[in-house]
């Protein structure tokens, strides 16, 4: 399975032998007493990397996303997120079936406006509105193919919802892509939100893990909803060990794979008859559409694609997603875009 590109996802990573010495070497204690040794300093050092009071470890970023819900909001109640947000869309759901509210998605390509959100949140007190309580912003936006939500603009979103009496939540699960090519650091990027996500599985390879952080107040109760969700562990020092391996070794290296996106979309923009905007093309994911007058559609070009060692998401119908990572090398990008021209050109 070593000769196949993998490019569905940046979490098909597998730890690296280092990685995994490191694993094999962790602390461990129990975690719901408090006494993983390894996940109190990674819950540490990312609170601080983060600018936040406090952080406490989450088994997935979904379910950092759900608790982050829970937290902020009551059941009810309405959140308004960029359109095709990974809690609204990857999450089978779970907004309305965990945290009991609804997803009002907003804007294009990712990002949306302070004015999009003034205009989006519904009037208070009004006898049939539901009451919007919370705004969420992606950043790096996934679907919307990895772009940055600039941080004017989120300064302004997070001045509009304190005037509005909102809370504020940044899915960040990519956020140390947003960081890596933006220059600035995580903390400034996590300052205007009440709570922030960050991911350990994605850029970073480790096997699993994400983090919120925040005050130490909705910390607190983040931590009783993972409780309740079922997400408070044991000896997770195992995992979290991977995850401080990861920000020791694998944070500087992400501009490669920012590098071997752009030769990947650059080669298929140029190659391939597909609707590729390179300005989107701005950390590690590559999102392309193929137009109608295309025999092959999303699916049909993932499958055979698969057949020539090149793995690629079908996205929707007409879309395919290809995402860069640890386990690629500039080298094999530049052959899976081989592949692709191949196959659509063809
Ligand atoms: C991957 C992802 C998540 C969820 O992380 P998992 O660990 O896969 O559950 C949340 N938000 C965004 C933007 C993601 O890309």
Known sequence: MTDRIDLRSDTVTRPTAAMRTAMAAAEVGDDQYGEDPSTNRLQARCAELLGKEAAVWMPTGTMANQVALRTLTRPGDEVVASRESHAAWHELGGAAANAGVQIHEIGQGGRFSADDLRAAVKPRNFPIFPTTTLVEVENTHNRAGGVIVP????????????????????????????????????????????????????????????????????????????????????????????????????????????????????????????????????????????????????????????????????????????????????????????????????
């Not at 990027?189 to 970073?204: E, I, N, Q, T, Y």
């Open 151 to 346: 941080q004017d603009e989120v300064l302004r979103i997070c001045a509009v919802a304190r005037e509005l009496g909102l809370s504020t939540f940044l899915d960040g699960a990519r956020l140390w892509n947003a960081s890596a090519a933006t220059g600035l650091p995580v903390a400034a990027l996590a300052a205007p939100f009440d709570l922030v996500a960050v991911a350990f599985s994605k850029g970073l390879g480790a096997p699993g893990g994400s983090l919120l952080a925040g005050t130490r107040a909705a910390i607190t109760a983040a931590n009783r909803h993972r409780q309740r969700l079922g997400g408070a562990m044991r000896q997770n020092g195992i995992f979290t060990a991977a995850a401080l391996y990861g920000l020791d070794h694998h944070l500087a290296r992400l501009p490669e794979d920012h590098a071997n996106a752009r030769v990947l979309a650059e080669a298929l923009a140029a190659g391939a008859p597909v609707q590729l905007d390179l300005a989107t093309v701005q950390t590690n994911i590559v999102v392309f559409h193929l137009p109608q007058a295309l025999p092959l559609d999303a699916p049909a070009l993932s499958a055979r694609a698969r057949e020539r060692g090149v793995l690629v998401n079908a996205f929707g119908p007409r879309t395919v997603r290809a995402v860069t990572h640890l386990d690629v090398t500039r080298a094999q990008c530049q052959q899976a875009a081989r592949v692709l021209v191949e196959l659509l050109a063809g």
